[in-house]
């Protein structure tokens, strides 16, 4: 049912059009199992590294059109797969940008392999839109980095292998690598999509100081930067495939003696959903692209793309419950499931008026 007009866009190259096409291939040969999310997830990875699809995100060189493809890809297909992948980047992307040698050879190729499940662990209980209110301290004891505080919303919390996590030390926000057994992930928090994702707590854990102490915010926002482009490539792929959805049901759905696909305020739903992911798609690739090819910042691009995105992408899920009536609010409808997906979109990695914030901020200088 995917369509692939859209590769054809100057923003893309001829491999970017083959790796979309085979990642479609690959998830289409590999079962989720959407009931199991931790094992689900654990798999995934392992297979996704299998595959060398992860090498795309944990890369020393990101190419974020590449990422947010194959987040379009997967999201069209299974919102777990889309976060198993994205899921390495994010956590790995700090090691990748600020790790020493050692780090880098410590974490990375497991990472790319598959062999080692990464979390980005920033958020607070009282610190999530507001991350400089941070409270994890970090203190040296004999050489020894030991950082205390809770992390809450944690991806793959549970099941990650190892940490990026961020505490206070005298020169302020740094950031730390904490392996697994250091950290109490037990306090799970399930979610109206579950995914793998814990409170986690550490307690004098031992970490390793990542990058230069006092730059954790800095790495934080530089590691988000290249991701923030990619959530808009998830919400892409969970709008495009709503839309097919509706298309489909309402071509099939007979009512007041035609089909539902006849009535013009169907067309009409139907005209604003797909010009909605037009527009959102060419902000996101236009931001992708200017990453990848420029030297430019891309503050701005990424925020408008990952707000324009995520809200096109829940108002065309809505839409297409709509279409469904009731059936769209049946478990296991796939616009049902959609509809629980899409929503965190617009408030992880920065929420919609965070983005908004950013924009503003970028005008005004
Ligand atoms: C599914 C999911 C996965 C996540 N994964 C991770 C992860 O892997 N690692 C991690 O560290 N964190 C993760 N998070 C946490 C996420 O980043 C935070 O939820 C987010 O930053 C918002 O923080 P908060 O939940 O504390 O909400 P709050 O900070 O309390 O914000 C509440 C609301 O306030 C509004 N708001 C925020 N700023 C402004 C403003 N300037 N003006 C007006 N209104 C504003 C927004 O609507 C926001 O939703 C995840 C969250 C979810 C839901």
């Known amino acids: 049912m995917q369509r692939f007009e859209h590769y054809d866009w100057p923003f893309f190259e001829e491999r970017h059009r083959?790796?979309?096409?085979?990642?479609?291939?690959?998830?289409?040969?590999?079962?989720?199992?959407?009931?199991?999310?931790?094992?689900?997830?654990r798999a995934l990875v392992r297979k996704l590294g299998a595959a060398r699809l992860l090498d795309h995100c944990v890369s020393a060189a990101p190419d974020v059109?590449?990422?947010?493809?194959?987040?379009?890809?997967?999201?069209y297909h299974h919102g777990l797969a889309d976060f198993?992948?994205?899921?390495?980047?994010?956590?790995?992307?700090?090691?990748?940008?600020?790790?020493?040698?050692?780090?880098?050879?410590?974490?990375l190729p497991k990472a790319a392999r598959g062999e080692a499940i990464a979390a980005f662990a920033l958020s607070e209980p009282e610190a999530g839109s507001d991350v400089a209110a941070s409270s994890s301290v970090a203190r040296k004891e004999n050489g020894v980095w030991r950082i205390t505080g809770t992390k809450t919303w944690i991806s793959n919390g549970g099941i990650a292998d190892f940490y990026v996590t961020f505490a206070r030390t005298d020169e302020g926000l740094s950031a730390f690598i904490v392996e697994a057994p250091e950290a109490d992930a037990s306090e799970r928090i399930d979610l109206i999509a579950p995914h793998p994702m814990s409170t986690v707590k550490f307690r004098d854990a031992r970490g390793e100081l990542l990058g230069e102490a006092g730059q954790g915010f800095k790495l934080a926002m530089r590691n988000l930067d290249v991701f923030r482009t990619t959530v808009?490539?998830?919400?892409?792929?969970?709008?495009?495939?709503?839309?097919?959805?509706?298309?489909?049901?309402?071509?099939?759905?007979r009512m007041f003696g035609g089909r539902l696909a006849d009535l013009q305020i169907t067309q009409a739903k139907l005209a604003d959903m797909a010009t909605g992911i037009e527009s959102a798609a060419l902000l996101t690739y236009k931001s992708a692209w200017k990453k990848d090819t420029t030297e430019l910042r891309t503050t701005r691009d990424s925020a408008m793309a990952k707000m324009q995105a995520t809200e096109t992408a829940q108002s065309v899920v809505d839409a297409a419950v709509q279409i469904f009536g009731g059936l769209g609010v049946t478990r296991g409808q796939m616009v049902e499931r959609l509809y629980r997906e899409v929503r965190a979109l617009r408030i992880y990695e920065g929420a919609t008026e965070v983005q908004k914030v950013v924009i503003a901020r970028q005008l005004l200088r």
Request: hydrophobic share 50%.
């Open 232 to 253: 808009a490539g998830a919400a892409l792929g969970f709008a495009r495939r709503a839309l097919d959805e509706a298309l489909a049901r309402a071509k099939d759905r």
């Open 65 to 75: 059109r590449s990422i947010a493809l194959l987040r379009e890809v997967f999201a």
């Open 18 to 41: 083959r790796l979309a096409s085979e990642a479609d291939a690959w998830i289409r040969a590999n079962a989720v199992d959407e009931e199991e999310p931790d094992s689900t997830c």
């Open 84 to 107: 198993a992948f994205a899921m390495q980047g994010l956590g790995s992307g700090p090691i990748v940008l600020a790790g020493t040698e050692a780090q880098k050879k410590a974490w």
